[in-house]
Structure formats: C-alpha cells, structure tokens
C-alpha cells in the first residue's frame, strides 16, 4: 500500500448555519478520533469556518475553505482573502467544478487562487475534471492533463498541493465513475505531475477521487494505488456516513484504529 497519507475531505458546499456547523463538526470529530491514520478536512461555508475551527481545535479535524480570492486585498465586495482565512484554515478548495461551471472561473484563475493559498502558507486542493461529452469523446485523458497543467501554470509550492479528480458528471447524480476509470485518469494526473514537478515530489502529492463518494464504495477507489482519499460532497453532511467512510479508508490502509 503507498506510503502516502489519505486525505478524507467533506465540502459541506452551501449547507450548515454557523450552528448546524459547529454541531456536524463536533460529532464528525468524536466519530473520527480513532482514525489518526487519515487526515480528515471538513470544508463549511465561510459562515461557519469560525466555530467549525473553534470546534475542532483539539481534535484532529483540519478545516478548509471552498473558495479564495487570488487578491491579497481591496475593493472586491463579497470575496474574501488568504490573510482573512489564515487564522481559521490549513487547506482551501480552490477550482470546483461548480465554481468553473457556475461562477466562470477559469484555469488562469485557479492557478492564481492555488499560488496565493500557498504563498500564505496554507495548503491548496486544486480540483480538476471532465464533462459527459468529453468523457463520451474520448477526450478525457487529454482534457484532464491540459486543465490540471494550466491550472498549477507558474506555482511551484508541491509540498502543500492535493489534487483533487472530480468528473463533473459524477458530482451530486448519485453515478459513481468506476475504480478503474477513477485510477486511470488519476494515473494520468500522477504522470502530469512527474513532469510538472518531477518524480520524486509527484510521488508524495495525495491525489484524490470526487464524484458520489459513499461508505459503501470508498473502499475500492482508495485501494487502488494512485487515489489516495476522497473530496466528498453530500456524504458529509451526515457525520455518522462521513465517519464511515474516514473508518473504511483506514481499514483498506490496514490502520482501523
């Protein structure tokens, strides 16, 4: 089994008030105490990092944000900065497919948003993935290559990076990509950066799989050697379901406790 860490992520997307966050991230932290062999990230709204962060501040939940702005400050009403996030947050999401798909950003912009989380210290999860029609065209491979080289164009910081495969037709409908096509693409991210960043550091990146991530099928997807957890979405907002999927990962990496 790899030698590197697996990475459980819960985005919490725009679900939780500040309350509802506090109570999910509190039984979320109890449920996954056993586990240290997983690191564990909860991602709440911005409303909710605060006591989410609070929370978990003894346990070992790290917290994330799902989104950044590239400036360091100014007049850029409703965004928010790394220096706003660096008190309250190690890691930060930064190109989801809904905010390329919703929001129009694009890869000059994640790649801006990925070098300012790291220039702040922080660690960025930098999110890359198909559509149907490029999958059904037979593109995907190519596609995922070209989005995560210009989404990492001119950062440098391949200590703190997680890349994250999301096939977009896979987020939310409840239709899982395969193990098997999962760990071929992400074979192919794996290959992208050993050429990005060299063998040795595109060795220790965590790479890993979102899209309908359950308890029930994360088990085959991280025991394949390439995928190295989840980012999972409407799973973790129930803290019994997201701790068993935290459980099912340390038991396929042979730490059940």
Not at 43 to 67: D, I, K
Not at 142 to 165: H, K, P, T
């Amino acid at each position: 089994m790899t030698h590197r860490k697996p990475v459980i992520a819960g985005n919490w997307k725009m679900n939780t008030t500040p309350s509802e966050g506090r109570d999910l991230a509190l039984e979320i932290a109890k449920g996954v105490s056993d586990f240290p062999g997983v690191e564990v990230i909860v991602c709440p709204p911005f409303t909710g990092l605060a006591n989410v962060s609070r929370t978990v501040e003894s346990s070992n939940v790290l917290v994330g944000a799902q989104n950044v702005s590239a400036e360091p400050s100014g007049a850029f009403t409703g965004e928010v900065s790394t220096a706003m996030l660096d008190e309250l947050v190690s890691h930060v999401i930064v190109g989801h497919s809904e905010r390329r798909a919703l929001f129009g950003e694009t890869d000059e912009d994640v790649a801006a948003k990925a070098i300012a989380v790291h220039s702040a210290e922080m660690k960025p999860i930098v999110c890359v993935g198909e559509s149907l029609d490029t999958r059904k065209s037979g593109n995907a491979v190519g596609w995922v290559r070209e989005q995560l080289r210009a989404s990492l164009d001119g950062y440098a910081g391949w200590g703190s990076l997680i890349v994250a495969y999301e096939p977009v037709w896979a987020i939310g409908t409840g239709e899982a990509a395969s193990p098997q096509q999962a760990q071929e693409i992400i074979g192919e991210l794996r290959s992208e950066l050993v050429e990005l960043a060299g063998q040795e550091a595109a060795e220790q990146i965590r790479i890993l799989y979102g899209g309908s991530v359950n308890s029930n099928n994360i088990g085959p997807f991280v025991d394949r050697p390439d995928i190295d957890g989840a980012l999972v979405g409407g799973a973790s907002l129930q803290a019994a379901e997201f701790v068993s999927i935290v459980e099912n990962t340390a038991r396929v990496y042979g730490n059940p406790a």
